[in-house]
């Protein structure tokens, strides 16, 4: 058995079976983060004469616990009449947690220390992973004298001091991310999704601490990667300190759900962090509009999982009585917000489809940057056009749309012809179906254009699987956009090898360097004849 005693002596909590069986849920925990513990201490029987084993250690570890007592029992046994069990305790374990350089705090030439393994951490760092102390074999008497109001007043100190020393950026999330392999995708491309989820969370203002991966056959429906990782996720982010989950892939309602109550802490997919770095980048208001009309049907079908505020009546005046619950309340809402939202974003759609149709009737011809995100485009829209789009090393970095005008050699007499170039909206692979919808608008500048260039950045590992990934979303548009330039960019990052490979793999594409300003004059005469070609076949 298991009683679970809080700082004033009150037992809040019984559970027969052993302390990993009957620990308390992370959701129902103070959360006082990695610098504190509960405030709440077991003690567990136990009817063998052994210290605590790591499971019941790990269950300490992931409440937090004050300390675990474990009471050994022996002599049980059922007397002849059936009075019931007799027994005694033979000795009794202490354990506790410690600081990573602090293993001294229960005075003992003996004192048992258990094996700490090593964790990878993010950006060449190492971390240990829990430790604690566990005293040598006491008797009732020697226990009662442990002073464990010192002991945990100590403790805390040392961690307290620990948390500090790490530096932390208080206005940044501490980020856990947690990958997930299965049969479909190869090694190499479970790790660019890996490199490129983490660069998706330093974009959105989160501090990547360490990642867990794992591999199996299928997703656990419940858990994603099953209750033995989660457990290991649970004391990790315990140990880290984090306070946040990220998951590669989405995850389902019933799984942030299940996730969250198991492990303690917010848990997101892929999709949500891409909404929030979108909704930071939005500008202008048809961009706002459209990442709010995204993140509205995101969230509508989460609600359920939000846990059991989402399920009570509302309160006060004219609340009360067998009305609607909270749920269905927020669920009304979202959804009259996103119908209007949706009458917006079409009013736009429409405004910009007039738009095209004067640029058309002034018969001045249409360029559409378009390619993987971070591939380079609104730097080579200042490049060519002189413009004064924001730039920077960053995923989705720019989202409105700009349009520019450019002077382009035309015909054998190298007049000048202006045309028209806009930056769109960067892919990215497995682009949210929520975010293909509310961007139709910006993305519709992609099919009405008469050209496209198509950026790739060379230097990147996976400018190939980025290539593909691009021309998927490129099939899926409702109507077919025009004859595409493949452009490889930021040639001057990238090594020889990669260069022939390219040359040999595309032989009519174009070798530029747009922040260099390498191969742009070559790249308006190929742009030249693109657009001829292209206006000849409308």
């Known amino acids: 058995m298991c009683a679970y005693v809080n700082r004033r002596g009150q037992v809040i909590r019984i559970g027969v079976g052993t302390p990993r069986q009957t620990q308390i849920p992370p959701m129902e925990l103070p959360r006082y983060g990695a610098e504190r513990l509960s405030g709440i201490r077991c003690i567990a029987t136990h009817l063998k004469p052994e210290p605590p084993n790591e499971a019941a250690l790990t269950a300490m570890a992931l409440q937090r616990l004050d300390a675990l007592v474990v009471l050994n029992i022996t002599g049980t046994g059922f007397t002849r009449r059936g009075g019931g069990a007799t027994g005694y305790v033979k000795e009794a374990y202490l354990a506790h ?8 705090l229960i005075p003992s030439p003996a004192a048992v220390k258990v094996e700490e393994s090593q964790l990878g951490f993010a950006h060449n760092q190492q971390i240990q992973s829990p430790s604690w102390n566990i005293s040598p074999p006491l008797s009732l008497d020697d226990l009662a004298d442990q002073d464990l ?3 945990v007043e100590n403790l805390e100190a ?46 959105a203002g989160g501090d990547v601490l360490q990642t867990i991966q794992q591999k199996r056959s299928r997703v656990h429906p419940q858990t994603v990667v099953g209750e033995g990782k989660v457990q290991e996720i649970a004391l990790t982010a315990q140990t880290l300190g984090v306070n946040l989950v990220v998951f590669n892939r989405d995850l ?29 980048r939005a500008q202008s208001r048809a ?21 059991r505020t989402m399920s009570r009546l509302g309160g006060g005046i004219g609340t009360r009585g067998p009305g609607e619950t909270k749920l269905e309340t927020e669920r009304r809402a979202i959804g009259q917000r996103i119908s209007r939202l949706q009458k917006e974003v079409n009013q736009l759609q429409a405004h910009r489809s007039r738009l095209r149709q004067r640029r058309q009737h002034r018969e001045v011809p249409s360029v ?18 002189n413009a004064e789009v924001y730039t920077a090393d960053q995923l989705f970095a720019t989202l409105d749309p700009t349009t520019r005008r450019l002077a382009i050699p035309y015909g054998e007499t190298n007049e000048h012809q202006e045309i028209l170039i806009t930056d769109t ?52 548009m409702p109507i077919t956009p025009g004859p595409a330039l493949v452009v490889f960019n930021k040639i001057d990052q990238a090594n020889s090898e990669t260069l022939a490979l390219a040359r040999e793999e595309f032989p009519l594409a174009v070798f530029i360097s747009a922040s260099q300003r390498l191969g742009l004059e070559t790249l308006r005469q190929r742009l030249a004849k693109l657009i001829e070609y292209a206006v000849d076949s409308r």
């Open 97 to 104: 947690l410690a600081p990573q350089d602090s293993r001294t």
């Open 149 to 151: 109001v010192d002991l």
């Open 158 to 203: 040392e961690f307290q001091r620990e948390f500090i020393a790490q530096e932390v950026d208080s206005d940044n999330d501490r980020v856990l991310i947690v990958g997930l392999m299965t049969s479909e995708i190869t090694p190499l491309q479970f790790q660019d999704t890996l490199m490129e989820l983490a660069r998706l969370v330093d974009t």
């Open 252 to 280: 389902s309602p019933s799984q942030v759900r299940n996730l969250e109550m198991q492990i303690g802490i917010r848990v997101v997919d892929r999709t949500e962090v891409i909404l929030d770095i979108f909704a930071q």
């Open 287 to 307: 961009g706002k509009l459209q990442v709010e009309l995204a993140q509205l049907e995101y969230m509508q079908p989460r609600l359920a999982g939000r846990g």
């Open 368 to 385: 559409a940057l378009v390619g993987y995100t971070n591939a380079g485009k609104s730097t080579l829209l200042n490049a060519l056009t």
């Open 425 to 476: 909206v960067g892919f990215i692979h497995e682009l949210p179906a929520s975010l293909m919808d509310a961007f139709r608008a910006t993305l519709e500048e992609v099919t009405e254009a008469d050209a496209l260039l198509h950026l790739v950045d060379l230097s990147h590992p996976a400018w190939l699987r980025h290539i593909r990934s691009v021309r998927e979303i490129l099939a899926q």
